[in-house]
């Protein structure tokens, strides 16, 4: 019977997502690859015979109030505060009412509508421990990001992780069913920093979307989006602020001028995104860095563009730098090299997972300028092939289809032990 009940694949989940809705387009506000990984995740859900209904807070009034993305794929939006964006700090006074939503809607729905609740960071997590209790049914959390790992080290600039997210996310933890982390290093910090029982984390990783990302026509993809055809390009792909280091990436790319000023005639840093947290205190800051440093003819800003354009960037890029004080994972690293194009990341959180250090790309220690510098100058040499050889077949090794089965994995152990549970209860 123990092993029947383990078995059983849900019929229905509710996810949640209150802070930011995977209908947003990442690279801005408070989008980013959480919203690319509970999109395609749900789609593959539901594609495995899962249906999923995502709710997030309504932030336009012009809103309707649920969209059916594809058959088995619903996002929600519940009146939650002002519509409005808002800044996260300010969103735990709105959890009460955005709970209130979910329980009304679901009060709406025969018993027992949903099998089970999958929240995705502490804010959807302490509406989730509500839900499921009320709901009687198992709570599977996913961190994405966690506040004990982030303030052990801090960008210039940026500030700790409140007190409040800490205590939330312990509580979150303490109370979920199932954890599911990014990587084997991010189940490490749950367990270590959050006293998370091992045995309740499960590993799984994120994916990428391998058709829309693929190798192309580098010459191509530059005429396209108006770069040189000989130009040495470095790409950075996400939300400007401390925390994802784009600065780092500005004063290498001065300290490689200043080392090699023939670089000046064809050296590009596309930087690929729009302000976000505390970069939304300065948004020009990067701009004004780069004007500092002296190298502002050399700095591209582009706009946040779909996944179309984006791949583009990718093809057009000799690499793609990610340079994040903490990342759970790196969707983006994967993403450029599902393009052949290699990455010199941080050594940080989940990147060592995300890139092949020497293989697919470059891991760089630490955040100093001039060791990113030197790292950089590895990708104006003959090395940049060998390592967009390796580009593509690592990034491969990552696909949504993988992922929705392991959490599908991860929510048949999460219901068959809660009925398992209800069964010992009933014979006692």
Same mark, same amino acid.
């Given at each position: 019977?123990?092993?029947?009940?383990?078995?059983?694949?849900?019929?229905?989940?509710?996810?949640?997502?209150?802070?930011?809705?995977?209908?947003?387009?990442?690279?801005?506000?408070?989008?980013?690859?959480?919203?690319?990984?509970?999109?395609?995740?749900?789609?593959?859900?539901?594609?495995?015979?899962?249906?999923?209904?995502?709710?997030?807070?309504?932030?336009?009034?012009?809103?309707?109030?649920?969209?059916?993305?594809?058959?088995?794929?619903?996002?929600?939006?519940?009146?939650?505060?002002?519509?409005?964006?808002?800044?996260?700090?300010?969103?735990?006074?709105?959890?009460?009412?955005?709970?209130?939503?979910?329980?009304?809607?679901?009060?709406?729905?025969?018993?027992?509508?949903?099998?089970?609740?999958?929240?995705?960071?502490?804010?959807?997590?302490?509406?989730?421990?509500?839900?499921?209790?009320?709901?009687?049914?198992? @709570?599977? #959390?996913?961190?994405?990001?966690?506040?004990?790992?982030?303030? =052990?080290? &801090? /960008?210039?600039?940026? +500030?700790? %992780? !409140?007190?409040?997210?800490?205590?939330?996310?312990?509580?979150?933890?303490?109370?979920?069913?199932?954890?599911?982390?990014?990587?084997?290093?991010?189940?490490?910090?749950?367990?270590?920093?959050?006293?998370?029982?091992?045995?309740?984390?499960?590993?799984?990783?994120?994916?990428?979307?391998?058709?829309?990302?693929?190798?192309?026509?580098?010459?191509?993809?530059?005429?396209?989006?108006?770069?040189?055809?000989?130009?040495?390009?470095?790409?950075?792909?996400?939300?400007?602020?401390?925390?994802?280091?784009?600065?780092?990436?500005?004063?290498?790319?001065?300290?490689?001028?200043?080392?090699?000023?023939?670089?000046?005639?064809?050296?590009?840093?596309?930087?690929?995104?729009?302000?976000?947290?505390?970069? @939304?205190? #300065?948004?020009?800051?990067?701009?004004?860095?780069?004007?500092? =440093?002296? &190298? /502002?003819?050399?700095? +591209?800003? %582009? !706009?946040?563009?779909?996944?179309?354009?984006?791949?583009?960037?990718?093809?057009?890029?000799?690499?793609?730098?990610?340079?994040?004080?903490?990342?759970?994972?790196?969707?983006?690293?994967?993403?450029?090299?599902?393009?052949?194009?290699?990455?010199?990341?941080?050594?940080?959180?989940?990147?060592?997972?995300?890139?092949?250090?020497?293989?697919?790309?470059?891991?760089?220690?630490?955040?100093?300028?001039?060791?990113?510098?030197?790292?950089?100058?590895?990708?104006?040499?003959?090395?940049?092939?060998?390592?967009?050889?390796?580009?593509?077949?690592?990034?491969?090794?990552?696909?949504?289809?993988?992922?929705?089965?392991?959490?599908?994995?991860?929510?048949?152990?999460?219901?068959?032990?809660?009925?398992?549970?209800?069964?010992?209860?009933?014979?006692?």
């Amino acid at each position: 019977m123990a092993r029947h009940l383990r078995d059983i694949t849900p019929r229905r989940a509710a996810v949640l997502s209150l802070h930011t809705s995977p209908l947003d387009q990442p690279g801005t506000g408070d989008a980013g690859g959480m919203n690319v990984y509970v999109l395609e995740t749900s789609r593959r859900l539901a594609a495995a015979g899962v249906e999923v209904e995502i709710f997030t807070r309504a932030v336009n009034s012009s809103l309707p109030h649920r969209v059916e993305v594809e058959p088995g794929v619903t996002v929600t939006h519940l009146r939650a505060g002002p519509f409005e964006e808002l800044r996260k700090e300010e969103l735990p006074g709105q959890m009460c009412a955005f709970t209130a939503g979910l329980l009304r809607f679901e009060a709406g729905r025969p018993e027992g509508w949903f099998d089970l609740v999958h929240s995705h960071y502490w804010l959807s997590g302490q509406v989730g421990w509500l839900a499921s209790e009320r709901w009687d049914v198992p @709570l599977i #959390h996913s961190m994405h990001t966690m506040a004990k790992v982030k303030n =052990l080290d &801090i /960008a210039e600039g940026d +500030r700790a %992780e !409140p007190r409040i997210r800490i205590i939330g996310e312990e509580q979150v933890v303490d109370h979920s069913t199932r954890l599911v982390a990014n990587t084997d290093e991010e189940a490490r910090q749950l367990v270590e920093l959050y006293d998370a029982p091992a045995d309740r984390v499960d590993v799984v990783h994120p994916g990428v979307d391998l058709e829309n990302f693929t190798p192309g026509d580098q010459e191509a993809a530059r005429a396209a989006l108006g770069l040189p055809a000989h130009a040495l390009v470095l790409l950075f792909v996400g939300r400007i602020q401390p925390l994802k280091a784009p600065d780092v990436l500005v004063r290498a790319a001065a300290d490689m001028v200043s080392e090699d000023p023939s670089l000046r005639e064809r050296l590009v840093i596309a930087i690929c995104g729009g302000p976000s947290g505390s970069g @939304l205190e #300065h948004p020009s800051a990067l701009a004004d860095l780069a004007r500092d =440093l002296g &190298i /502002a003819d050399l700095v +591209r800003f %582009e !706009p946040p563009g779909d996944r179309e354009r984006l791949a583009e960037w990718f093809r057009a890029a000799d690499a793609t730098v990610v340079p994040s004080y903490s990342e759970s994972f790196g969707l983006v690293a994967v993403e450029s090299q599902a393009c052949g194009t290699p990455v010199v990341a941080a050594a940080v959180g989940g990147l060592p997972t995300a890139v092949a250090d020497g293989r697919s790309g470059i891991l760089v220690p630490g955040h100093d300028p001039r060791v990113w510098a030197q790292a950089l100058r590895r990708i104006d040499t003959p090395e940049v092939g060998l390592l967009a050889a390796g580009a593509r077949s690592h990034a491969e090794q990552f696909s949504w289809a993988r992922t929705a089965d392991g959490l599908l994995d991860t929510y048949r152990a999460a219901v068959g032990g809660h009925l398992l549970d209800a069964v010992a209860a009933g014979n006692r």
